[in-house]
């Protein structure tokens, strides 16, 4: 028998691609302060342990969100994405990559890269896989001074600039789906 013509290979495919996609709207979530987005990639009762912050994953949403509307620039990025199926849960490995920006305390504008990995306890409920528990593992760390200035100063004629929720391009397009939901 094909490994395709086995049911059951079939569904580990299907997890194993639910699984991606949950972490893909975590990077989405987090880039563009979706707040809806970010909740959805956790369970309700999940936990987060991630840099200074412990607690609920609900409590992190909340934190992040309020820290990340102060400003800065970020962008996630995923690669090598281990997933142990063990149904119904998954021990799931994903290393990452963050380029972020903010103020220090004195006001100079930084740039931070951080590489690390989500060590996640993904769990199915009623057919869906959300993270239930989060482990945040710092791999690497480099901080510089970045140059401050407006959007148009540092990008040019590069346009359009990533933005925050809703006003980010990938909204519009996304209401133009007819699966698109609100």
């Known amino acids: 028998m094909k490994a395709m013509d086995d049911p059951s290979a079939l569904q580990m495919l299907l997890d194993r691609e639910a699984i991606r996609d949950c972490m893909y709207r975590y ?3 987090i880039d563009r302060l979706d707040k809806k987005l970010l909740r959805s990639v956790y369970w309700p009762d999940a936990t987060d342990r991630h840099g200074a ?4 994953a609900t409590g992190f949403v909340d934190q992040v969100i ?7 620039r970020r962008v996630h990025m ?14 799931v490995e994903s290393y990452f ?5 903010e103020r220090d305390k004195t006001g100079q504008l930084r740039e931070t890269f951080l590489c690390g990995r989500y060590v996640d ?13 989060r482990t945040v593992t710092y791999d690497w760390i480099r901080q510089a001074p970045m140059q401050d200035g407006t ?4 990008f040019g004629l590069r ?6 929720m809703p006003a980010d391009p990938i909204y519009a397009l996304l209401k133009e789906s007819p699966f698109f939901r609100a």
């Open 66 to 72: 309020n820290k990340l509307k102060q400003g800065g």
């Open 151 to 154: 959007d148009d100063e540092i």
């Open 97 to 101: 990559q963050a380029f972020q920006t």
């Open 159 to 164: 346009k359009p600039v990533g933005q925050r």
């Open 53 to 56: 912050y412990s607690g609920s």
């Open 27 to 29: 990077c989405r979530g």
């Open 78 to 91: 995923l690669g090598n994405i281990l997933i142990e199926l063990h149904s119904p849960s998954a021990v």
């Open 121 to 133: 306890r993904f769990e199915k409920r009623g057919g869906e896989w959300r993270v239930a528990a």
